[in-house]
């Protein structure tokens, strides 16, 4: 195996024995092989794509599952090699290998792009909204890019990247809106109840509304983890009286979370940590859609997009309740709508001099050490200063209490890493506002931290829109070149991360 797609990568070059994440060598050999003959069947649709939903919707639901943390099953990728074998009528597919480092390192950006792409837009798909624009970039890029042996070829192609990137949020913030409404600022529950429960882990709104609906008078309450979190914001969710809390922090602390909180588990999609050996919740344990390990059981479904959660909620009516691991509440819902509403009064503060600066704080979280950083930069940065925050990185830094500015919370939590779209909207918004010629002109800064795939499109989104000087951390890609991070460096300003105290000045 040869992999270093995501930001845990050994040594920050390459996953060669096993996954730090926890897939093995046979598993990634299988996913590699699945990579290409991907390619092959994009390549043999490409002149011919107009009618082949079918086939582009599994280019798109493969390329999900290569994203770190979705797919564990062994089974479950070689099913899909299957299909794809059985469309393409090929023999014989060799792993693509690119010796040449800088081609090496933008096609693998590229490629966590497309994956990334990929995961928004089969979202949007669960919820009725599919763009054949977005299928036909995804399918046109794959059958070209082991041929493509031009480093500008593939500056622009990681720059259309970035052009379907917005495109595909934008898309997915238009579904999620109009599924379930506008987010508002909400208070979360960060404490348990007295009745047994449902945890649901992942990024997937329609799944945990078919929960939510079929679990109504069960008995049973349901939970959001890690990135559902966002969920309570939406009108058309929060109205179910027995979505009670948020449970836990990012993905990395479940392999503790999960056994003091008793009852089924419900995974939507990434981010799956490998249960230990010993872990009491493998049984009660569900994975849906995309994501799988072996040994979690799979949601029934009854027909496409129909989820049947009977046998869950089943289950979590045996169960104790959850452990109490933490009680209060947690503030968010600040996505572009509820932002823009509140325009005048941040406008206002602004102007006052009582805001000075923002600065994004979007992303992952993670289990190294150092992403200790980002819960000191944001202890440090000054009381004039809010964070914008999507993504579960927010779990180092949304329970800090950090002071208001005049009412104004100082982490604003927009939603998922998808949401990072948001804050697009917000600075676009400001900078009308303001009167301003660029978007670099506002007072805003982005520190952005990634670990896998759709991290790298919201990054290449964010570049795309002209947005310069971003920080990346807490490492850059390890598949990034010198030529390659030069490049970055020089054309966008982008930035590894340093010492709090030393970004804290270069932020201002
Ligand atoms: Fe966090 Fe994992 Fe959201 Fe990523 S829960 S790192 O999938 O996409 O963010
Ligand atoms: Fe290693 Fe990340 Fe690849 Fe897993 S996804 S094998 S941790 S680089």
Known sequence: MYCNQCEETVANKACTVRGVCGKDSE??????????????????INDDKEDKLEEKRFIMNSMFKLITNANFNHESIRKQLLIAKSYTK?????????????????KSLIMGGLMGISAYHSHAIHLGYEDNEIHNFLVDVLATINDVKELDVLLEVSDKC????????????KTNTTAYGNPEITKVNIGVGNRPGILVSGHDLNDIEQLLEQSKDSGVDIYTHSEMLPAHYYPKLKKYTHLVGNYGNAWWKQTSEFETFHGPIIFTTNCIVPPKANASYVDKTYATGNCDYPGF??????????????????????????QEIENGEITGGFAHNQVL???????????????????????????KKDRGYYEEFARTLKDDTIILTSGCAKYRYNKL??????????????GQCN???????????????FELNDINELPISFNIAWYEQKAIIVLLSLLHLGIKDIKVGPTLPGYLSETTANYL????????????TEDIATFG
């Open 27 to 44: 598993l990634a050999n299988l996913m590699d092989e699945l990579k290409e003959y991907l390619k092959v069947l994009s390549l043999q």
């Open 419 to 433: 949401d990072s779209y948001s804050w697009v909207v917000v600075a676009m918004k400001l900078k009308e506002v």
């Open 297 to 322: 059981k799979r949601i029934k479904e009854l027909a496409v997009g129909s989820k049947d959660f009977s046998e869950v909620i089943e289950q979590a009516k045996l169960c104790q309740v959850p």
């Open 401 to 414: 209490q950090l002071k208001d500015i005049n009412g104004i919370p100082r982490v604003l939590d927009a």
């Open 162 to 173: 970035g052009y379907y990137g917005v495109k595909v949020m934008e898309l997915l913030d």
């Open 90 to 106: 090929k023999e014989d597919v060799t792993p693509y290998y690119e010796a040449n480092e800088d081609l090496n390192a933008l």
């Open 489 to 500: 460096v020089e054309h966008y300003g982008i930035s590894g991360i340093n010492t709090v």
């Open 341 to 367: 509403a509140l325009a005048d009064v941040v406008v206002e503060n602004i102007k006052n001099g009582s805001i000075r600066k923002f600065v994004v704080m979007s992303g992952c979280d993670g289990r």
